[in-house]
């Protein structure tokens, strides 16, 4: 799964204690929410059997560089605080725990989902904490240290009948997705099964960032979103207009997908952050940051290093 975000080039990138970014695109304040520039995020200790096994290179720097790739926004997971330049949200409380746990400063570089991963591959940033899932095809280029279940969810205009349980569910409607994300595959799996079925396939669009989805939505242009529960569940309590209208795991129907800290395959970093996560689970600090964002249902027993993940044909 991908953060939904405006797919250009190049994104301005913001550091955490660095220069003001764009605007963003709406509020994404509410009720019960730290918004603010403030966080007094939940903390923790250094774990010192953790950060031994951090390599040398990243310890004597001092700083665990993470690429955000939230671009415009994608409240609760990632986005600007009201000040619009300091990044917040679960996945950046999610990284600055694993930096604490390794005795490290986390330096929160936001940059767009396409950036990311070339930030990855040219060992620009050490980890990526973007919602990114678990699946095969990226585990030939990366590794990965577990930290959340990945549930996917639709999202329609209240008021109707319709609910999402299987693929036949979505035959002849226009989904939106994000590009190059987890929920766009299982979609284009569906729409070939759909075919084979005799059912005709679902119509994929894809926009830029948020407000265009949601204006297409409310416009009928399209029928649902498709995209990450937790952005979803956050924008029906915040907009008032929409509904979930089903919910899936985002690595297929056979498989509990996952999240996951990502950094370049054999780079010798995945199982620091893999004993960094299993000290926040142990110590309570992991539940209390998943509690205050409202995602304590994606909460994992533990930490796991490159588990199965989305099949390449699922």
């Known amino acids: 799964m991908r953060l939904l975000l405006a797919a250009t ?27 603010s520039a403030d966080q007094q995020r939940v903390t923790t200790t250094k774990n010192e059997a953790a950060a031994a096994l951090i390599p040398a290179k990243v310890r004597e720097r001092g700083t ?22 300091t990044p917040i949200g679960i996945e950046v409380d999610i990284a600055h725990l694993v930096a ?37 095809k990226r585990k030939q280029k990366y590794d990965f240290a577990t930290y959340r279940k990945d549930d996917i969810a639709f999202e329609a205009k209240k008021g109707g009948d319709w ?21 766009e595959k299982i979609l284009v799996d569906w729409n070939d099964a759909n075919s084979e079925a005799g059912l005709p396939a679902a119509t994929i669009k894809y926009f830029n960032n948020q407000p265009d989805t949601y204006l297409a939505l409310s416009s009928g242009r399209i029928d649902a979103y498709l995209g990450p ?7 029906v309590k915040t907009g008032g207009d929409t509904e979930t209208i089903g919910k899936l795991s985002g690595a297929g129907p056979s498989l509990q997908g996952l999240i996951a800290a990502t950094t370049k395959k054999d780079s010798g970093l995945a199982p620091a ?4 996560l299993n000290a926040v689970i142990a110590d309570g600090s992991y539940a209390k940051v998943l509690e205050r964002w409202n995602v304590s249902t994606e909460a994992i027993a533990k930490s796991e ?6 099949p390449l044909t699922s």
């Open 163 to 183: 609910k999402v349980v299987e693929g036949k569910d979505v035959a002849g409607k226009t989904i939106a997705v994000g590009s190059g994300t987890n929920q």
């Open 229 to 235: 529960n937790p952005s979803i569940a956050y924008h």
């Open 273 to 276: 952050y893999q004993a960094a």
């Open 100 to 136: 604490g746990a390794l005795g490290l400063t986390p330096e929160i570089q936001v940059t767009s989902w396409e950036n990311l991963f070339i930030g990855l591959d040219s060992a620009k940033y050490d980890a990526g904490f973007s919602n990114i899932t678990v699946t095969e």
């Open 305 to 310: 290093l490159n588990p199965p993940g989305l």
């Open 9 to 35: 080039a190049a994104v301005a990138t913001v550091l955490v204690a660095g220069c003001g970014a764009e605007p963003q695109t709406e509020n994404a304040a509410v009720s019960g929410v730290n918004t």
């Open 64 to 85: 665990l560089i993470v690429g955000a790739g939230f671009g415009s926004g994608n409240p609760p997971l990632g986005f600007l605080a009201d000040d619009n330049k």
